[in-house]
């Protein structure tokens, strides 16, 4: 259980990543108040871990429906995860896991960004949607393991909250050496799960045998 919990909070911290999202919602938040400040945080937090937890719970029927098996989800969701892992080695923005420079500029413009670009792409991206669908079809829906997987999710969720609420003490505190650091480290660790997924995925085709 305590093995399931590390990779589930290990993968979801990586694939949203509360520090990114600090610092980009201390950007995107320089003209604002602190009360409004305080409103994008906690809203953007609540729609995100709302879009995350519906695919969480739904996502293997969505699957089931279009005919997409374990297998494939696992070899697919791999990659996905290992080319994310790969830019986070490398301190290198992915759209995966952050805006493009398009989705900042329209932010920029916007009055409330607590959709978007906060809850989704940054909180709630492809690769954090791609790795709790993955996550949760792992566990066969079996209602505990299930339940790890989601307080996992929660607790970096958390994570990404106080990180915007106190986005300015970190930035100052880790500056932009130590948050990426922190990301490399992240980054090793979903590379290494990403190829098991992949392994895993290949295995259980059959293709092999």
Request: aromatic residues 6%.
């Amino acid at each position: 259980m305590l093995e399931a919990a590390l990779i589930a909070f290990t993968t979801f911290f990586a694939t949203i990543g509360p520090l990114d999202v600090a610092a980009m919602y201390a950007v995107l938040t320089t003209s604002h108040s602190a009360k409004e400040r305080l409103r994008l945080a906690f809203r953007s937090t609540m729609i995100a871990g709302a879009i995350l937890l519906f695919f969480a719970l739904l996502g293997g029927a969505v699957l089931e429906k279009m005919g997409i098996t374990l297998s494939a989800l696992r070899a697919a969701g791999g990659i996905l995860l290992l080319l994310i892992a790969i830019d986070l080695v490398f301190a290198r923005d992915s759209g995966g896991t952050t805006t493009t420079d398009e989705e900042t500029a329209e932010a920029s413009t916007r009055p409330d960004i607590s959709v978007f670009p906060l809850a989704t792409p940054l909180i709630a991206g492809p690769g954090a949607i791609g790795a709790v669908i993955l996550l949760a079809a792992d566990t066969n829906y079996d209602p505990i393991r299930l339940a790890i997987v989601v307080g996992a999710l929660v607790a970096v969720l958390l994570l990404t909250l106080i990180g915007m609420l106190l986005a300015g003490q970190i930035q100052r505190l880790l500056g932009v050496t130590g948050l990426h650091v922190i990301s490399r480290i992240a980054g090793v660790l979903l590379a290494a799960l990403a190829v098991q997924f992949i392994f895993d995925g290949v295995k259980q085709s059959g293709i092999f045998g």
